[in-house]
Structure formats: C-alpha cells, structure tokens
C-alpha cells in the first residue's frame, strides 16, 4: 500500500521578496516557486512581466499582498531592444514572423519619432496578452487561431529616450504607468516609420520604489537556506513607501485592529488625507485614510 504524501505545512508568513526574475520563467511560475521555497501560505506578484522579459518582480506574502495595489500603480522603467526588419505575431523574438521590411531608420529619425510616443498615448495591446476578451485571454485565444478585436487604452508614458542604435537593433529606456505594453510601443514605433520591427530583449529595472539593484536573483535564492531566505525579505512596509506615515501608540493599534478609527491627536496631526498608512514601533497596523482629523482604517494588517 503506498503511503500518502505528507503536505508540507504552509507558514503565515509576510513580507516582500523583490526577484530579478529570470528569462523564460512566467510570473505565475516565479510567485509559485518563491512561495514553496518559503512555505508560505500566501503570495502574489505586483505586475505581470512577460516570460521573454527579465528584471524586478516584487512578489509579496501573507499580509503585504494588502499592499500590492500601491506597487502596481507606480512607475515602471524598461530597457529593451527593437529589432529592425520584421513584424511577429507576438511582437517579440518568440513569435512568428508575419511581415518583414527592408527600412532601417536613420538616429535621427527615430529620435524625432518618439515624441509622438511620450505622454498620454493610445495603444493597442498585443494579440498575445493576458487581456481578457469576453471572458477568454487574449493569448489563448490567438492561439486558437480566433479572430477578434482588440480593444485600445489609454496609456502615459513619462520618457521614451533612444541608448543605442544600428541598422540591426536598436536600444530604448521606457518610463511608463501601469498598463503601458513595451511590445505595443516597439511594434508602433517601427511603423510609424515605416519599418517592420519587433522586441527582442525586454527588461524591467523599476516598479515604483522597486530597484533592479535591489533584486535577488532566483538561483541564489533557491540556493539558501530558509532562514537565509527570510532574511532577505522586505517588511510589509516596504510596499507603502510612497503613501503618509502615522505613528500611532499601542492602544490606538488595538483599536484599529478592530477595524475601529481613532481620533489623531497633536500639533502635526492631518486632518484630512486621501490615503495614508499607520505604524506601530515600525510595524504597518493599517491601510486608510484620515478624514475630519480621524484617521478610518480600510485594510487592517494583521499582526505576525
């Protein structure tokens, strides 16, 4: 009789692990890697990066995934190549080539074409996205072979400055808000000109406060020990960087933890403030926002 597996016991475990992730592992994959590593309970990533893309994925556990929201929204920087001379149906290096050009802009060139990709652009989102139409993805259903319509969005897009550029290739830098697809931008931009052109190296060095410098790679996580791994985890904090702190004492945490809000007292004290996160000796209490000089929680952070 063959004896049944033990499950390994899940731990209730938060904070942020910032991931360099890796070329050909999809972000559904790195969050389910990094959550067995740990044996954590809960996780999930703050924005997608396509499997053929590399760089920061911050993936968060336990109680940080209440804070996800405020990373997804923060500027993204990329670094990618647009390879000159052909179109694919993905608009990366892994697609199939469906057109192709002999056109090869000049520097100058392209340098004047991307002002028409700077601030509030609209784009089309490539056939092969997880966007979902009528219910389906998007890419599952272009590799069905179905035919339907994509629909565009509104996008802003900070700087789109040139690095590198040769008859081959070319090298851009990308600051971007949420949604921006690199893949839309290289393929427009080639077009725009003219040309053919498809990603062939996608990058993602920033999201929000999020740095590549900071970023652990997969393999020398994988590698450590559990206790070195927690140890190169980021408080729940660390994903409310860019929002109001509000120190709070013991007794105005319990009664936030009950959902409850209290009254902020002191010469400083906000009276008003659309969002803002309260602290106890460093530790996040909660997620909220302070109206008339009260501070009312939204999301309470569960203590460890």
Known sequence: MIKEQKKRNKRNISGWIILNKPYDMTSTDAVGKLRWLLDAKKAGHAGTLDPLATGVLPIAFGEATKTIPF???????????????SATNTDDVEGE????????????QVENAL???????TQVPPAFSAIKIKGERAYDLARAGKEFEMPSRQ??????????????????EVICSKGTYIRALARDLALSLGAKGHVGAL??????????????????????????????????SAGLAGLNEIYIDEMQARTIRLGN?????????????DEAWVS?????VAIGYVEKGQFKPKRVILAG
């Open 203 to 236: 990058h993602r060095a920033n999201v929000g406060h999020f740095h590549e410098k900071n970023a652990i790679n997969y393999d020398e996580f994988e590698k450590a020990s559990l206790i070195e791994r927690e140890k190169m985890m980021l408080p729940i």
């Open 280 to 284: 106890h000796r460093g530790d996040a």
């Open 261 to 273: 809000p209290i009254l902020l007292t002191g010469s400083n004290a906000p009276i008003k403030l």
């Open 97 to 108: 080539v469906i057109a192709t050009s002999n056109i090869r802009p000049a520097r100058d």
């Open 155 to 172: 996008v802003e897009v900070e700087s789109f400055e040139l690095l590198e550029h040769s008859k081959e290739q070319s090298k851009f």
């Open 115 to 121: 002002e028409n990709f700077r601030g509030v652009i």
């Open 71 to 85: 990373i997804q929204n923060g500027i993204k920087i990329y670094h990618f190549t647009l390879v000159w001379g």
